[in-house]
């Protein structure tokens, strides 16, 4: 079959037909009847009209091999144990095959810490991949401040790094691919002023300190709400429930104690805080009675919004933020502009739209056809 040359793929390549002369590749060639079994390099034996389509040949074969490109992506969460993750683990398979469809191949290296609050494994993980043959990184930071010096080193080592999902004070990576939080704080807000009628007492649970994506989504929260909502008193937003349900849920135990017999609305900024506060409010008997809007989904918490115990849900793509994230650090790699910042759009989840396809795509992401 012949090979077509576009002209990009040749400038791309810088090819000088001369060097085409020196590639020791020998090829066979049937000319009236005589084969001729020769370097490309060797052209006295060969007929003129051969020899041009010997050249050809070699010009094209080196073209597309400079082109396809072997890249060793590390990808490297906050956690591994929530679904959101699993979510942004199956996104970046899905781009390692879709890139090699397009003749790139793409090895993803999945690792992080188990625990969302384990800030020196997270930073281990990352020093770890610098002596490697990783050609970049793909990272969700734990901790805005605590990663920077680990992003800043790799940089400097000639490992790249991509941002997903959550901020890091500093400006030293190729594109930061997230949703905007504080919009997504925003929204909940709106949701759970919309709930309670705009009339009660609030309590936000936080998540943990250093984690800048729910920062911005609280902060978002807090600045709708006292905007638009000045009949509902926040009586809580000091308290973080930290990194898994368990101590969410301790966390949600000791604000039910306390504020049980007055809050009428609670907003939870990340799936895990989420789950916690609703195992909270079953045994306080408060679920369904007290309005819940929380951020992020996974199957159980579907079920509490099914059940009438969570008012919404507000749902990124954890799988687009994968598969994007992937896609712009092969890009940069090759040479492609990309973008500094990347928004992956959120989407309120209500009992009502549940069942709206586009929805169900949403928070039924295929794990199973890119994690098997």
């Known amino acids: 079959m012949p090979v077509k040359l576009s002209k990009s793929r040749l400038a791309a390549?810088?090819?000088?037909?001369r060097k085409a002369f020196a590639v020791d590749l020998r090829?066979?060639?049937s000319y009236r009847g005589?084969?001729?079994?020769?370097?490309?390099?060797?052209?006295?034996?060969?007929?003129?009209?051969?020899?041009?389509?010997?050249?050809?040949?070699?010009?094209?074969?080196?073209?597309?091999?400079?082109?396809?490109?072997?890249y060793t992506i590390a990808v490297i969460p906050k956690g591994t144990t929530h679904e959101y993750w699993k979510s942004i683990h199956a996104g970046a398979v899905k781009a390692s095959r879709d890139l090699k469809n397009g003749g790139d191949t793409v090895h993803i290296i999945w690792k992080g810490p188990l625990r969302e609050d384990d800030r020196e494994q997270q930073i281990q993980v990352v020093e770890n991949f610098l002596t490697g043959n990783v050609k970049g990184i793909v990272l969700a930071p734990l901790d805005s401040k605590a990663l920077v010096a680990p992003v800043e080193t790799a940089?400097?080592?000639?490992?790249?790094?991509?941002?997903?999902?959550?901020?890091?004070?500093?400006?030293?990576?190729?594109?930061?691919?997230?949703t905007d939080n504080f919009k997504g704080g925003q929204e909940a807000a709106d949701r759970l002023g919309e709930v309670m009628?705009?009339?009660?007492?609030?309590?936000?649970?936080?998540?943990?300190?250093?984690?800048?994506?729910?920062?911005q989504r609280e902060a978002g929260f807090l600045d709708e709400f006292q905007k638009k909502f000045p009949g509902i008193k926040i009586?809580?937003?000091?308290?973080?429930?930290?990194?898994?349900?368990?101590?969410?849920?301790?966390?949600?135990?000791?604000?039910?104690?306390?504020?049980?017999?007055?809050?009428?609305?609670?907003?939870?900024?990340?799936?895990?805080?989420?789950?916690?506060?609703?195992?909270?409010?079953?045994?306080?008997?408060?679920?369904?009675?007290v309005k819940?809007?929380?951020?992020?989904?996974?199957?159980?918490?579907?079920?509490?919004?099914?059940?009438?115990?969570?008012?919404?849900?507000?749902?990124?793509?954890?799988?687009?933020?994968?598969?994007?994230?992937?896609?712009?650090?092969?890009a940069s790699l090759k040479g492609d502009k990309v973008e500094k910042k990347i928004d992956t759009p959120v989407q309120l989840v209500t009992k009502e739209n549940l069942e709206d396809p586009a929805i169900k795509t949403l928070i039924n992401p295929p794990l199973d056809e890119y994690l098997k």
């Open 235 to 289: 009586i809580s937003s000091d308290q973080h429930s930290g990194a898994t349900r368990d101590t969410a849920y301790q966390a949600g135990q000791n604000l039910l104690n306390r504020f049980g017999n007055e809050v009428t609305g609670i907003f939870t900024p990340n799936e895990s805080s989420c789950a916690g506060m609703v195992l909270a409010l079953r045994d306080a008997g408060l679920a369904g009675k």
């Open 197 to 215: 009628g705009g009339q009660g007492k609030a309590i936000m649970l936080r998540y943990q300190e250093g984690s800048a994506s729910t920062e």
């Open 155 to 178: 940089t400097q080592s000639g490992v790249p790094v991509v941002i997903i999902d959550s901020g890091l004070e500093s400006q030293d990576y190729v594109s930061f691919v997230a």
């Open 27 to 29: 090829l066979l060639f």
């Open 292 to 330: 819940h809007v929380g951020f992020d989904s996974d199957g159980p918490l579907l079920d509490a919004l099914k059940a009438g115990e969570l008012q919404g849900l507000v749902v990124q793509d954890p799988f687009q933020m994968g598969y994007i994230g992937v896609k712009t650090m092969v």
């Open 34 to 70: 005589r084969v001729f079994s020769s370097p490309i390099a060797t052209t006295k034996r060969m007929p003129g009209g051969i020899f041009f389509v010997a050249t050809l040949c070699s010009v094209a074969l080196a073209c597309g091999a400079a082109r396809a490109a072997e």
């Open 13 to 17: 390549g810088r090819w000088n037909i």
